[in-house]
C-alpha cells in the first residue's frame, strides 16, 4: 500500500477536521455559555478547544465525540469563568438591569411562545413526537430512528415536513405570506 505524500494527508487532515468542528460548533457553544454567560467568551472557548484538539490529535480516536468535547468545553470554560475579574456588585446590577426585557417586549415574547406551542401540537404525532425528540431531547436522526422504530431517513424526512409546515402555519397565523423557494 502507497502512503500519500505529507501535503495531500495534511489537507485530508485539515477536511476531515473541519467537517467535524463544523459538526459540533454549536453544541460547543451552547455548552460554554451555560457556563459563561457571554458570548464572546463562549466563542473564545469553543475556539480554544478545537485547537486545542486539533493539534492534539486527540479527535481522531474519540468514541463518544458528543461526550468528550462536552467534556474538553466544560473544563475550559470553568477555568475561563474562574479567571474572571471579580465584578462590582453594582456593574452586576446594572448589567442585568441592562438585559431584563421591557414588560411589552416579554409579553410579546411569551404570546410567540404561546403560539409555536399551540402549533406544534397541532402537528400530526408522528411529526410532532420526532421534532420534539430532536428540538428538546437533542437526540440525532440515528438516536431517533432506533427510539421510534423507523430508518434515519424516514426521520430525517419527519423533520424537514414538521419545520416547512411550522413555518406555514406560523406565517398563516401571522397573516404573513411565505416567500417561494
Not at 82 to 97: F, G, K, N, T
Not at 103 to 124: F, K, Q, V
Not at 144 to 156: F, S, Y
Request: aromatic content about 6%; charged content about 35%; overall charge negative.
Amino acid at each position: 500500500m502507497m502512503r500519500q505524500p505529507p501535503r495531500v494527508q495534511e489537507n485530508h487532515r485539515q477536511a476531515t477536521f473541519t467537517r467535524f468542528a463544523n459538526e459540533h460548533a454549536r453544541f460547543l457553544y451552547r455548552i460554554a455559555w451555560s457556563v459563561l454567560r457571554h458570548s464572546e467568551d463562549a466563542e473564545d472557548c469553543v475556539q480554544e478547544a478545537l485547537l486545542k484538539l486539533y493539534r492534539g490529535e486527540s479527535w481522531r480516536q474519540m468514541a463518544n465525540e458528543r461526550a468528550f468535547l462536552a467534556s474538553v468545553v466544560w473544563r475550559l470554560a470553568l477555568d475561563r469563568r474562574s479567571a474572571r475579574q471579580p465584578v462590582a456588585e453594582e456593574e452586576a446590577a446594572q448589567q442585568l438591569a441592562d438585559f431584563r426585557p421591557s414588560p411589552e417586549s416579554a409579553a410579546a415574547e411569551e404570546d410567540e411562545r404561546e403560539l409555536l406551542r399551540e402549533l406544534i401540537a397541532e402537528l400530526p404525532e408522528e411529526l410532532r413526537d420526532t421534532l420534539r425528540l430532536s428540538a428538546l431531547e437533542e437526540l440525532n436522526s440515528r438516536e431517533i430512528g432506533e427510539l421510534m422504530g423507523v430508518p434515519e431517513g424516514t426521520v430525517r424526512t419527519r423533520l424537514m415536513r414538521a419545520r416547512v409546515e411550522l413555518q406555514e402555519r406560523w406565517a398563516a397565523r401571522r397573516g404573513e405570506a411565505i416567500s417561494s423557494r
